[in-house]
């Protein structure tokens, strides 16, 4: 019998309106996405308005994005504990999606998970002033391509591998000029470029300060060590420990998601079926695309519950 692995979305899978039937029909989604607002009451008043009614250029601005989508996928997980899904051999989340995952596996709580999206997303959205950086896509080609695009590229600027996603998509991430120039670049070798929307050049060496901002956040969260081990953005291994897993937290903000080294290892021990918990399926094709032979399902809404919790069984 192989292993089972639960996986979480990033930034970019949020929508307005996204795990609304779960929300009507689930009083634990609910909970949960009422504790994040309550948590952060403070700070963002009005996120279950923005989650359900948008608008969607104040959903997609970073600081609202990392805890609302926090919420619906830990939420979404709850309503599906609360239907017999079984626990998982191993959580891994995608970048921001790794904070699902820790909640998920006990390590922290839903008002600090709540409260640690928030900061996170904050230091980020400060860290670079709008419109400086950028995100791009990089498919049809193996990631060392990618690796000398940029490269090629450096003396216009910051531009880094942000996101393994795939054997044959990279994202790169850094200061705008030099990210267009490493996807011309890319272009000319076979490549095709995706430009993202984001408001924020994740997971490159311009986050530096955001991560050293938001170390202290960390240092003083009350992280538990973890019975499911948690697979980490920063090293694609399996983590239980707090001291490691913060450390790894902190890594990640300025270090690129090795997203598909990730799904490689949890295969290698084992995993033949994961399940994507939460907005859109963009881990379930990434992990198609990886590792072809396993079984994937992706939960978003309450009718694709029932048809996994079948197939589990």
């Known amino acids: 019998m192989g292993k089972l692995a639960y996986v979480f979305p990033g930034q970019g899978s949020q929508y307005v309106g996204m795990g609304y039937e779960f929300y009507k029909n689930f009083p634990e989604t609910a909970d949960v996405i009422h504790a994040v607002e309550h948590s952060l009451r403070m700070s963002l008043d009005d996120i279950v308005d923005v989650i359900f009614k948008g608008p969607e250029d104040k959903l997609n601005k970073t600081v609202y994005t990392q805890p609302a989508l926090f919420a619906v996928s830990f939420g979404i997980y709850k ?3 609360s239907m017999g899904f079984p626990k998982p051999d191993f959580v891994a989340g995608h970048s921001l999606g790794e904070y699902t995952a820790l909640a998920v596996a006990g390590g922290i709580d839903v008002q600090l998970g709540a409260r640690l999206t928030y900061y996170r997303g904050k230091y980020m959205q400060e860290a670079v002033p709008e419109g400086k950086g950028a995100m791009v896509a990089i498919l049809k080609l193996p990631p060392e391509k990618v690796e000398e695009a940029c490269e090629k590229a450096k003396e216009y600027g910051v531009v880094e591998p942000a996101n393994y996603n795939s054997p044959t ?3 790169i991430s850094g200061e705008k000029e030099a990210v267009n120039k490493a996807a011309e670049i890319a272009k000319e070798m076979g490549g095709r470029a995706v430009p993202l929307k984001v408001s924020v050049p994740s997971h490159c060496s311009l986050m530096k300060p955001a991560a050293d901002a938001f170390r202290l956040k960390l240092a ?3 992280i538990q060590n973890i019975k499911i081990p948690l697979v980490q953005n920063y090293t694609a291994k399996a983590h239980t420990m707090a001291h490691e897993i913060r450390n790894n937290l902190y890594h990640q903000i ?6 598909y ?4 290892y949890m295969h290698e021990q084992g995993v033949d079926t994961f399940v994507e918990i939460g907005p859109k399926n963009v881990l379930s094709k990434l992990i198609q695309q990886t590792v072809p ?5 992706n939960v978003e809404k309450p009718e694709d519950a029932e048809a996994v919790l079948k197939a589990l069984r």
């Open 293 to 297: 032979n396993v079984r994937v399902f």
């Open 220 to 222: 003083q969260a009350p």
């Open 79 to 81: 309503a599906l504990e």
């Open 169 to 171: 998509q990279t994202v």
């Open 261 to 264: 080294q990730s799904v490689l």
């Open 254 to 259: 300025f270090s690129p998601v090795r997203w």
